[in-house]
């Protein structure tokens, strides 16, 4: 059996390959946790799999990520419960994959929106570009008419533009319907795949297990 040996100038060329390709993941994951570094290290490796069902849907979604499909996620759930963990971890997985991803919550996208129409129509056309957005603490932001408008509009031009969304919110069912119209509810429970966080509080059990 004969073995083939990377010449001299192969191995450098493999080498150089190598760290272009780490160089374009590290750019890409500062890029779409600008506001969030600590994120970046969020794997479904190191994941502690307190909610397997949870974990491995969300770890098969960033596996069969494909362009073109308008299909998100929506994790809802008490807080602390991983969304956020696991919505960077999909992230994470879609960058090594060769994605764009922009992480980013409801309070900064709905400041971008309060800017001159100008401006508006640039910073919608940046989020809409991303191949997933995730938005992290829908609820949380100011309930008023412009808000809510905001968050229809974000939501409906992703899907119209087949770019999907992964959204966190710690309102459940109730607390949705309560809060948004139904051109929203109506875009979250049909377009979206809905994953329920449930048990303890996970940041607040890492903190205790430090004591």
Same mark, same amino acid.
């Given at each position: &059996?004969?073995?083939?040996?990377? =010449? $001299?100038?192969?191995?450098?060329?493999?080498?150089?390959?190598?760290?272009?390709?780490?160089?374009?993941?590290?750019? &890409?994951?500062?890029?779409?946790?600008?506001?969030?570094?600590? /994120?970046?290290? =969020?794997?479904?490796? $190191?994941?502690?799999? +307190?909610?397997?069902?949870?974990?491995?849907? =969300?770890?098969?979604?960033?596996? *069969?990520?494909?362009?073109?499909?308008?299909?998100?996620?929506?994790?809802?759930?008490? #807080?602390?419960?991983? +969304?956020?963990?696991? $919505?960077?971890?999909? $992230?994470?997985?879609?960058?090594?994959?060769?994605?764009?991803?922009?992480?980013?919550?409801?309070?900064? #996208?709905? *400041?971008? &929106?309060?800017?001159?129409?100008?401006?508006?129509?640039?910073?919608?056309?940046?989020?809409? @570009?991303?191949?997933? !957005?995730?938005?992290?603490?829908?609820?949380?932001?100011?309930?008023?008419?412009?808000?809510?408008?905001?968050?229809?509009?974000?939501?409906? @031009?992703?899907?119209? @533009?087949?770019?999907?969304?992964?959204?966190?919110?710690? !309102?459940?069912?109730?607390?949705?319907? +309560?809060?948004?119209?139904?051109?929203?509810?109506?875009? /979250?429970? *049909?377009?979206? @795949?809905? !994953?329920?966080?449930?048990?303890?509080?996970?940041? &607040?059990?890492?903190? !205790?297990?430090?004591?």
């Amino acid at each position: &059996m004969v073995v083939r040996v990377m =010449c $001299a100038c192969e191995e450098r060329e493999e080498r150089q390959r190598a760290e272009e390709e780490a160089q374009r993941i590290r750019c &890409m994951r500062e890029r779409c946790f600008e506001s969030a570094p600590a /994120l970046a290290g =969020c794997t479904f490796e $190191a994941d502690d799999q +307190k909610n397997t069902k949870v974990s491995a849907a =969300c770890e098969r979604y960033a596996n *069969t990520f494909e362009r073109g499909d308008p299909y998100g996620l929506l994790l809802f759930g008490e #807080v602390g419960g991983g +969304k956020t963990y696991m $919505a960077a971890a999909v $992230a994470n997985r879609l960058i090594e994959r060769g994605f764009s991803v922009l992480h980013t919550d409801i309070g900064s #996208v709905a *400041t971008l &929106m309060e800017s001159s129409f100008e401006k508006r129509q640039r910073n919608l056309e940046r989020i809409l @570009s991303y191949d997933l !957005l995730i938005i992290d603490d829908l609820g949380t932001e100011y309930e008023t008419q412009f808000y809510n408008s905001t968050v229809y509009n974000i939501i409906n @031009s992703r899907i119209n @533009s087949s770019r999907p969304t992964i959204i966190n919110t710690n !309102l459940d069912y109730a607390g949705i319907n +309560k809060r948004y119209e139904a051109r929203v509810v109506s875009r /979250l429970t *049909t377009i979206y @795949s809905c !994953l329920e966080f449930k048990g303890e509080d996970i940041r &607040m059990q890492k903190r !205790l297990a430090q004591i």
